[in-house]
């Protein structure tokens, strides 16, 4: 099977060519292992750092564990995680499986996750240990619902009666060979809003991963394998499943991920003292050694954790953290109910330039 999609960007609009044989999951895996990336740092969550190789580990893993559970080609899957390793895990391992994940909003009703479950007639549902709760009072009603497999309870009886995904991770093969999709088959489904009547499960294909990369993360927000990337939106939003999974992966970066709700608090929190913190650190530490180019008054993790944006063609930096910090009340960062980070109000800036400052990233 084909594994790297190939664009034309001198073509307006930019061709993408996505052969017809293709795996979503397989070509963002593999695309960094070909390059060489096996042993740089793929994700940082709250429990530590996690390299290409073991991501690619974790996605064979579960892969394999979905299909020993008797899940087949197709079925769907609900996803309602935090944002830790154990979401591009089973997210990528289904697909790679053949099989189709459901990203669910993790700040949801119960109400809410019985629609769903229904809607979709999932087969088996992945959901964080804190999340279990929300479930529990209707997961017997669902006849269609034959695996219920808990990610971060501590050992078998934490996740007792049902099954836990660390096990079932820890007996599975590392490797798998992936299902033979092609680029027009379903791959993953996200649930609309439903602001304007029931939310609606949205079929997205594999192909549809590498077009937003190629279409809006490498030319719109110039992504590039030496950046450190955290996104505030999380990963069962649209533009956070880009932004901390398929922009980083499609290009060789680092992902910085958070359970909790992005606060400011809690995400500086996260940056000084996390695990991120001693990556940041050294990468911060390898560009002044490097002499390339960095926002002046970058000195530390928290100023870093400022810098967001790209340079400039002539090399130069912006916004500067010293912008950012001058204008820090000027230019307040909007929050939605779910406190998902919104791009700046800025006037003055042109829709593009704005695009590229919407998201958290880091600059190394």
Known sequence: MPSLSTADHRASPPRIHVPRDYNAAHDLIERNLAAGRAAKTAYIDDAGAYTYGDLAERVNRCANALIALGLRPEERVLLCHLDTIDFPAVFLGAIKAGIVPIAANTLLTTADYDYMLRDSRARALVVSAPLLPAFAPILAKHSNLSRIIVSGAVGEEASAP?????MLMAAASPSFAAAET??????????????????KGTVHLHSSLVQTAELY???????REDDVVFSAAKL???YGLGNALTFPLAVGATAVLMAERPTPAAVFSAIEEGPAHDFLRRAHALRRASRLPRCAEARSARSAALCFGRRGAAGGNRPQVDRALRHRHSRRPRFDGNAAHLPFESPGRSPLRDQRHAGSWLRR
């Open 182 to 199: 092609t680029c027009d088959d379903a791959c993953f489904w996200l649930y609309s809003s439903g602001s304007t009547g029931s939310p």
């Open 236 to 238: 069962f939003f649209a």
């Open 162 to 166: 049902h099954l836990s995904l660390a």
């Open 217 to 223: 993360a490498k030319p719109v927000l110039g992504i």
